[in-house]
């Protein structure tokens, strides 16, 4: 077997609502075997990797896997199986995978689970499918494989790169509570919330975090003075630039001392309890550092605490105990410290609950002035001290004694935090118990600290009491209860409409004074200002969005392109609406059949908020029928219908069990719900419908409407924003038309026989054209199926009697003049007679269509990019086309016509009237 290529879905997908990675798998000379068609490789591999016995497979049992082998199963499946295991046994804990045939025969997809925060630019997930490909061949070969020493590199580049403790538990607090969470590269840094609610948190470290507050705490000779300028207790000390004024502290405070970094963090080169000059000289050294500054300060006695402070009160506590072993009377100190690293809750720096106990230069200096060194046996029960300060990151242990703080103890804990200005901070301090109050005697009890970012780790996971959701803490103090995480988001898919849907939507928002992020083909946008070109219609461009703290709504165009590469860029949208699911993209990406569209188009039905609102097409058997699958069900959506006709079968069902509908009756976009209407504006006064001929732009702003009332936009807002929806401002190259000297040209990007069918339609309405009538410049994407650019020509065919064929500068690894000649045998396969002229590119296609065109007869030009069609226009000295028949001046009704509510229990069936 080969590993082909690994591609990653880093959000809500397909295959789960979690990230997944797909393996492309060769099965080469195994295509077509089974793992019965070779004796002893199940004994084999169950002997490499034993957890094996344990996978469910579809049985959803253990054993089911063993099962699946007996009686015979592919290959593919096997190394799915093989690398979950692997991945379990790096502590990477992933339970979903699936195995599906992909392109020819010997060719599958393994679809792996990833964690959720995992760096989209990870190797850890190809290296375990690599390994895994490497384990089942060897087994194959009749091997007994052993995957550990390959499996050690792959478990280190997991922890350097997975999360650390307090920010993954920020993470699963924050995901507790609905907050959406994004993880920034692969930092410890996390985007929190959507649009204007959106906040980061670094660590324990919030975006309100003081940037002074954080400078105080770096400083200890600062953070010193303020607290004991503000009565808060300290040790008594200054800072010596020298061993001199070392010893000269030392002389005057008064033996013992502690001498330590002025910027130091984590308990790096402290130095507790020295009474003797030498060894205040020794700790200089050690200290200084560039700075060539320490801090000497009095030993306090006591038992050291570290408190938690969030948000002005104490929600954590926990006494300390410096890194030690204990004697048994049998093992040395270093068998000892082996013995204590065993514990797979420690590890190296901060990844796990606790720090792996070390035998450095200050361990070993510390046990020498114990009378001790690494091959020394203690006596049973004797403790030996491996560091005086009792830090987690150098190996100490912790103790929750958070109920037992006294009421003055936390009082003299939230005045330092407020002394200092910190929002989350960690205060050491040393006093005889926490469980009374601070001694009066000075030198008794004081604040050897204020700690910035503090470590959680202590508090969530402590060796000895209750855990304690500090993690939640924090995230309440950005989140406190009732405050919102997420603004509205409406997602819109489907084969046809999206785009201009999505705009329509978008200028509704903002006519209801909402700052509106959106994304279409064409780019992004925030606040009606586009802020990146591209065709920005996945997940990336959804995510430039929601992180756009001025955004109060966001409406997001969703194409299948990507869902299918790269998942959806967030989760649980408020508003999901489908225009339509047609024909289109068949051949690519893995879809075959209109089932895959619906397949894949479902993903934006399914990802809504339970109760969310759900806009279907009531006239489109696929779109509709989206309601009915049970994934969607179990979102108990809100559901909108809309149709062009009132009599639509779907929707008459849905009214009369009291739904809510838009659609159109008596020549009024309408909503209803039972026999209740409500008129929104006469279909006419769309603005780009033309006079209602454009039904396919009807439909858009009845689904349009849809989404906007279900975020309570008002009526009179909605039709404003229709009256108001000039095509060449806010929809361009979606049914532009500009006078060309004597000829109209209409502008549209219709490329599949739905959409096409749809022009020809309006054309033949709007201009009265029809049979030979109209002219057409095509092109279409070479990306297609032969098929379904053939169905689309012949759909052209049945409007349009002269078609001028060109081929865009992309040819989408199509070679230089197959689509057209794919594009004239489809005209010709669907009209005879049909005149079929090929032109080289854009302009010259423009031209002879124009030349071809009688004065006063439209033409239609489809493109692929809209700015090269723009800029031909301009240099044509095009103008936007004359008024629509029957339309109403911007933003004024029509003869004094308005939105009304009325009762009519009728349902009968109605279009625009000007049709």
Not at 25 to 34: P, R, S, V
Not at 220 to 230: C, E, I, S, T
Not at 364 to 375: C, I, N, S
Not at 522 to 546: C, F, I, N
């Amino acid at each position: 077997m080969r590993l082909d290529h690994v591609r990653r879905l880093s959000g809500p997908n397909v295959y789960l609502s979690r990230p997944v990675a797909i393996a492309r798998l060769d099965l080469q000379g195994l295509t077509g075997h089974e793992t019965t068609d070779h004796p002893g490789f199940a004994e084999r591999l169950v002997e490499a990797l034993a957890g094996l016995r344990t996978h469910h497979c579809s049985a959803g049992r253990p054993g089911g896997l063993l099962d699946a082998m007996a009686r015979g199963t592919y290959f593919g499946h096997v190394t799915e199986h093989v690398t979950l295991e692997l991945s379990g046994l790096i502590g990477r804990e992933v339970f979903f995978g699936r195995t599906v045939r992909a392109g020819g025969p010997a060719e599958y997809d393994v679809i792996l689970e990833c964690p959720r925060d995992e760096p989209s630019g990870s190797p850890v997930v190809e290296q375990l499918i690599t390994l895994a490909l490497r384990v089942v061949n060897g087994a194959l070969a009749g091997r007994v494989p052993d995957p550990s020493a390959d499996l050690a590199p792959i478990a280190a580049a997991h922890e350097e790169e997975r999360l650390g403790v307090s920010t993954s538990a920020l993470a699963r607090a924050a995901r507790r509570r609905g907050v959406p969470v994004r993880r920034v590269g692969g930092l410890n840094l996390l985007r929190l919330g959507y649009g204007r609610y959106r906040r980061t948190v670094w660590a324990a470290m919030t975006d309100g975090t003081s940037a002074i507050g954080m400078e105080v705490a770096g400083d200890k000779r600062l953070a010193h003075r303020l607290l004991a300028d503000a009565g808060v207790p300290v040790p008594e000390g200054r800072v010596a630039a020298s061993p001199a004024e070392a010893l000269d502290v030392l002389h005057e405070i008064g033996g013992p001392v502690v001498v330590k970094p002025l910027a130091g963090h984590q308990g790096e080169n402290v130095h507790i309890e020295l009474a003797t000059a030498p060894e205040v000289v020794a700790a200089f050294a050690s200290a200084a550092g560039e700075e060539g500054e320490v801090l000497v300060e009095s030993y306090i006695p006591g038992r050291d605490y570290r408190v938690l402070v969030v948000g002005g009160r104490v929600v954590a506590a926990a006494e300390l105990t410096a890194a030690c072993v204990t004697g048994d009377g049998t093992a040395t100190i270093a068998e000892l410290v082996a013995r204590v690293n065993a514990d797979p809750a420690r590890g190296e720096g901060h990844d796990r609950p606790l720090t792996r106990l070390a035998l450095g230069a200050t361990e070993l200096a510390l046990l020498a002035r114990q009378g001790h060194g690494p091959r020394s046996v203690p006596g049973g029960g004797e403790r030996v001290w491996l560091r005086r300060n009792a830090n987690l990151s150098t190996g100490g242990t912790s103790r929750d004694v958070t109920d037992g703080v006294h009421a003055e103890v936390a009082d003299l804990c939230v005045r330092a935090a407020a002394t200092v200005g910190m929002d989350v901070c960690g205060i050491d301090l040393r006093l005889p118990d926490i469980g009374s109050p601070p001694p009066a005697d000075r030198g008794a009890a004081g604040i050897l600290e204020v700690n910035a970012a503090p470590g959680l780790r202590m508090h969530l996971a402590p060796h000895e009491g209750t855990g304690r959701d500090v993690a939640g803490d924090i995230i309440g103090l950005m989140y406190p209860a009732g405050t919102p995480s997420r603004v509205p988001v409406v997602s819109v898919t489907g084969t046809n409409g999206k785009t201009t849907t999505v705009r329509m939507i978008a200028h509704m928002l903002e006519l209801d004074g909402r700052r509106t992020g959106m994304t279409s083909t064409e780019g992004v946008y925030v606040g009606r200002q586009l802020v990146h070109v591209s065709d920005a219609s996945g997940p990336r461009s959804a995510e430039m969005v929601l992180g756009d703290r001025s955004v109060e709504a966001a409406v997001l165009e969703t194409a299948r392109g990507g869902i299918v590469r790269r998942g959806l860029g967030y989760d649980r949208a408020d508003v999901a609406v489908v225009t339509n699911i047609t024909r289109d993209h068949l051949g690519v990406d893995g879809t075959e059949a209109l089932e895959d569209l619906v397949d894949i188009k479902a993903l934006v039905a399914e990802e809504i908020r339970r109760g969310g609102h759900l806009v279907l097409n009531a006239e489109d058997p696929a779109a509709a029928g989206l309601a009915g699958r049970p994934t969607v069900q179990g979102r108990s959506p809100v559901l909108r219908y809309f149709a062009i006709a009132a009599g639509a079968p779907v929707l008459v069902e849905h009214l009369r069990d009291g739904g809510l509908g838009y659609y159109v009756q008596h020549g009024w976009l309408t909503e209803a719900r039972g026999d209740r209407r409500t008129r929104i504006l006469p279909a006419d006064e769309v603005a780009g419908s033309f006079g209602g001929h454009a039904v396919h732009v009807v439909a858009n702003a009845l689904a349009a409407a849809a989404a906007a009332r279900a975020l309570d936009v008002p009526v009179d807002v909605v039709a404003r924003a229709l009256r108001t929806f000039d095509p060449h401002l806010r929809n361009p190259g979606r049914g532009c038309v500009y006078q060309v000297g004597a000829n109209p040209v209409l502008v549209d990007y219709a490329h599949n026989p739905a959409a096409v069918a749809a022009m020809g339609a309006f054309v033949g309405r709007r201009w009265g054209t029809g049979g030979a009538g109209g002219v057409a410049a095509v092109t279409l994407p070479g990306d297609r199926s032969d098929e379904l650019v053939g169905e689309t020509a012949r759909a052209l065919a049945g409007t349009f009697g002269r078609v001028v064929v060109y081929e865009d500068e992309d040819l989408r690894g199509r070679r230089s003049g197959e689509m057209t000649r794919l594009i004239v045998q489809g005209l010709r396969e669907g009209r005879p007679d049909v005149r079929a002229h090929p032109a080289g590119d854009l302009k010259g296609a423009l031209a002879s269509a124009l030349d071809i065109a009688e004065p006063g007869e439209p033409v239609l030009l489809l493109y692929e990019k809209l700015q090269p069609v723009v800029e031909l226009l301009e240099t044509l000295g095009a103008e936007p086309g004359t008024p629509e028949p029957g339309a109403a001046a911007s933003g004024v009704e029509a003869g004094g016509r308005s939105s009304s509510t009325v009762t009519d229990s009728s349902a009968s069936t109605t279009i625009p009237s000007s049709q």
